[in-house]
C-alpha cells in the first residue's frame, strides 16, 4: 500500500466533511490535522509532501469522527478567536462570533470619544467572556464587570481570564439584578443575549444546535430575555453621558428599535449594520 502523504490525508478528510455537508470541509481538515499533529499553519506547508505522520492518526481519526458528526470545529479544537485573541470554549459556552466584535468596537469608540476616564463597564451574559476580557484588555483603566446565569459558562470565562491577565468581576445572576440591591450605575453596558425565535430553534444549522440552548432561544419573539434587559438597563446605566449597546440580528431589528424607543425616550437609540450590512446591533447612548 502506497505511504499516504499529508497532502492525501487533508483530501480525504475534506471529501468525508464535504459529504456530510461541512460547509467549509478544506479549511476544517487541514485545521483538525494540524490539530491532531500539533503544527503551525507554516509547518502543516512545509510537510504536505511528507508521509503522514502515523503516531497521531488515531487521534486525528477521533477529531474528524467528532466534526463528521457536526459538532463545531472550536469545540473539538477547545478555542475560538475573538478580536485577535484565542478564548477556550466548550459545550458550556456559545463559540464567539465575528460579528460580536462590533460590541467591543461600539464601546471602546464611545468611551473614547466621550474621553470617560475609568469606566465602569458591564457584559451581561458574559458566555466565554470573549467580550468583557477584551474590553479589560483593550482598555487597562476600565473597571469591567461580567453577569452570567450559566454557573459553567462562567467557569469558562474566568479560566479566560486569567489566561489573558484581565481584571474581570464574574458575576452569577439573572440580567442585571446582581447590581439591583447596590443601585450599581454604569457608563457602558454590552450585551450579546439569546435572540433567535423559539419557532427557528429546530432548523439551526447542525452545528448551531450544539450551543447551549439558554444562549440562543430568545422566546416567541425572540425579545424574551431584551425585554428584562432594557428594565435593568433602565435601572443601572449612568443617567448621562452613557451607552448601552446590544447585539440583535435582522428578523428581530425593528419590533427591537420600536421597544427601546420606548423604554428609553431621553436617549438616542439607533440601529447599527455590520460589515456585511447587516442590522446587528442596538445602541442606546445618553448624553
Ligand atoms: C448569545 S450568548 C453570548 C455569549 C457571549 N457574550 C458571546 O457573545 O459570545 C448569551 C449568553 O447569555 C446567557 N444568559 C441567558 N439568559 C441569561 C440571563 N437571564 N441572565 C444572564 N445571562 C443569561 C447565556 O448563558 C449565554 O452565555
Not at 116 to 130: F, K, L, Q, Y
Not at 206 to 214: S, T
Request: glycine residues 8%; proline residues 6%; negative net charge.
Amino acid at each position: 500500500m502506497p505511504v499516504q502523504t499529508v497532502s492525501s490525508l487533508i483530501r480525504s478528510i475534506t471529501s468525508r466533511l464535504s459529504s456530510v455537508g461541512v460547509e467549509d470541509a478544506g479549511t476544517d481538515a487541514r485545521l483538525l490535522v494540524r490539530h491532531a499533529f500539533g503544527w503551525s499553519a507554516e509547518q502543516q506547508l512545509g510537510r504536505l509532501v511528507d508521509p503522514a505522520p502515523v503516531d497521531r492518526l488515531d487521534l486525528l481519526e477521533l477529531l474528524v469522527t467528532r466534526r463528521v458528526e457536526r459538532e463545531p470545529l472550536q469545540y473539538i479544537t477547545g478555542s475560538a478567536e475573538f478580536f485577535r485573541r484565542r478564548f477556550a470554549v466548550d459545550p458550556r459556552v456559545l463559540i464567539p462570533r465575528p460579528e460580536t466584535e462590533q460590541l467591543v468596537v461600539q464601546a471602546i469608540e464611545f468611551v473614547r470619544s466621550r474621553g470617560i476616564d475609568g469606566p465602569r463597564i458591564v457584559d451581561v451574559g458574559t458566555g466565554s467572556g470573549a467580550i468583557a476580557i477584551s474590553l479589560a484588555l483593550e482598555m487597562r483603566a476600565a473597571a469591567v464587570s461580567a453577569t452570567d446565569i450559566s454557573a459553567g459558562a462562567l467557569e469558562v470565562a474566568r479560566q479566560n481570564a486569567a489566561a489573558h491577565g484581565a481584571e474581570v468581576e464574574f458575576i452569577e445572576g439573572d440580567l442585571l439584578d446582581p447590581f439591583a440591591n447596590g443601585g450599581d450605575k454604569f457608563d457602558v453596558i454590552v450585551s450579546n443575549p439569546p435572540y433567535i425565535l423559539h419557532d427557528a430553534m429546530p432548523g439551526l444549522q447542525a452545528e448551531v444546535a450544539r450551543e447551549p440552548a439558554l444562549a440562543l432561544d430568545g422566546g416567541n419573539d425572540g425579545l424574551d430575555v431584551i425585554r428584562p434587559l432594557f428594565v435593568g438597563i433602565r435601572a443601572a446605566l449612568k443617567s448621562d453621558w452613557s451607552a448601552a449597546y446590544i447585539e440583535i440580528d435582522p428578523p428581530i431589528a425593528d419590533p427591537v428599535f420600536e421597544l427601546a424607543g420606548k423604554e428609553f425616550p431621553n436617549a438616542s437609540v439607533s440601529l447599527l449594520t455590520d460589515l456585511a450590512g447587516l442590522t446587528r446591533c442596538l445602541a442606546i447612548e445618553l448624553g
